[in-house]
């Protein structure tokens, strides 16, 4: 019937005929159209139902938007969806019977219609990101096309990540540590490493509740980042992450110290509610400054970048947002020449979901990637994707309908939070 459709649509176009290349021309036209994907009619796809699964206790949410066409998408947020299953309920009752394609106007009406619910930040926010990156999968599905192609194209076809080593997991690292897990993930192809520096069990540590770093903090953390310096030399770029947990003294200190190391940045060394005070320590020093991961909304980094409170922005697209939000805060700190370099803790899924983003704006800097996808087979078993996941430190973007990763159900389903719904 969609054949018979377009061909009438030929016939009864007379003025194709009265053209000299009438003949070619229509050919190519009618072609073109048959290889166009007609399996739902955007025009007729509507919301059915949102149903979601978690993983890692309830801080790894997962959603699958339904339709009446048997179209679905898949999105994820981290860290803030702790008890988030009945937000996505309520988002699913407001999103039934709509258009998925009006990804925009379905974000906005979710965020306003939370204004007095926590809309500003947190988890509500983290539950909206996991929904409107579902939103885009959906429509690139229905309409053919990658995720960065509805964001309005790309700037590059690969995506620079740096590999997070999570060495903060091993007992009081040693500097030997460092060098050996700098000197791996080199091996691995990566050009950029991520080491973290809040080491709580710190012997030389004054008490639990102290944020300023005593001098043998201060040796500790030096000693660390100048034997992964020395491990990989010059040209492997060294980020430092701090995690929020000390004051502003010591971040303006171990600023300081490392600038004789040329790291790529120094990652939130304080908390994320005060901008005067980052704007005091990026003030004085030459080592960049970065935060950004526990910021929410392009309203959040706002006064950030009107304040030149940071170097280096890393908002994370599972959670401040989604892809448009991201966008939009790409955009904003491009305004300031201010790189945009995300934070990503999710899983697979999430890593391209922010990698269309990524490819989407211009002042794009590098994306986070996770140890755990090489060494926690869970990684691989909760999703569906194209091998390889990365080769010598890029994601190659994916060129398939949506996000091109999708969930595994099944793989996930071992997985999933004791006592929490999946997927019901």
Same mark, same amino acid.
Request: proline share 5%; with cysteine.
């Given at each position: ?137 959906? $429509?690139?599905?229905?309409?053919? #096309?990658? %995720?960065?192609? /509805? ?7 690969? &995506?620079?990540? !740096? ?91 171990? $600023?300081?110290?490392?600038?004789? #190391?040329? %790291?790529?940045? /120094? ?7 005060? &901008?005067?005070? !980052? ?146």
């Amino acid at each position: 019937m969609q054949k018979n459709a377009r061909r009438s649509f030929l016939k009864k176009s007379a003025w194709l005929s009265a053209l000299p290349l009438a003949t070619p021309f229509a050919q190519t036209y009618e072609e073109s159209i048959e290889k166009t994907s007609l399996s739902s009619s955007p025009s007729d796809l509507k919301i059915t139902d949102i149903k979601c699964g978690f993983i890692r206790g309830g801080n790894g949410l997962f959603v699958k938007i339904e339709t009446n066409q048997d179209i679905y998408g898949c999105g994820e947020g981290v860290d803030a969806t702790v008890g988030s299953y009945h937000l996505v309920k309520r988002f699913a009752r407001m999103m039934k019977d709509k258009s998925p394609l009006n990804v925009h106007r379905l974000f906005e009406d979710i965020r306003k219609a939370g204004v007095f619910s926590g809309a500003q930040s947190g988890m509500y926010v983290a539950t909206m990101s996991a929904v409107e990156a579902a939103l885009w999968d959906l $429509a690139g599905k229905a309409l053919g #096309l990658p %995720v960065y192609q /509805l964001l309005g194209g790309k700037f590059r076809d690969k &995506i620079r990540v !740096y590999c997070d080593t999570a060495l903060y997991q091993n007992n009081l690292p040693t500097p030997e540590d460092f060098a050996e897990n700098a000197t791996k993930a080199k091996e691995m192809g990566f050009n950029a490493i991520k080491f973290d520096l809040d080491q709580r069990n710190d012997p030389a540590k004054y008490d639990l509740y102290n944020w300023t770093a005593s001098p043998g903090e201060l040796e500790r953390m030096y000693d660390q980042i100048a034997a992964a310096r020395n491990a990989v030399g010059p040209y492997i770029d060294i980020c430092v992450d701090m995690h929020g947990r000390y004051d502003t003294t010591t971040g303006e200190r171990v $600023a300081k110290l490392l600038e004789p #190391l040329n %790291v790529m940045w /120094l990652e939130e060394p304080i908390p994320a509610e005060n &901008i005067d005070a !980052y704007q005091k320590i990026t003030a004085s020093t030459t080592t960049p400054i970065c935060a950004g991961e526990n910021i929410y909304l392009a309203y959040g980094f706002r006064e950030v970048l009107e304040k030149g409170a940071v170097d280096i922005i890393m908002p994370d697209l599972q959670k401040a947002g989604g892809l448009g939000e991201g966008q939009r805060i790409a955009n904003l700190a491009n305004l300031y020449y201010v790189p945009f370099a995300p934070h990503m803790v999710a899983s697979y899924l999430g890593a391209m979901a922010s990698a269309h983003c990524c490819a989407s704006v211009p002042n794009f800097m590098i994306l986070e990637w996770q140890i755990y996808f090489h060494t926690n087979p869970m990684f691989d078993e909760i999703v569906i994707y194209d091998d390889p996941k990365i080769e010598n430190g890029f994601i190659t973007l994916s060129e398939k309908p949506g996000i091109g990763v999708d969930i595994n159900f099944e793989g996930m389903r071992k997985y999933a939070t004791e006592g929490m719904p999946f997927f019901e």
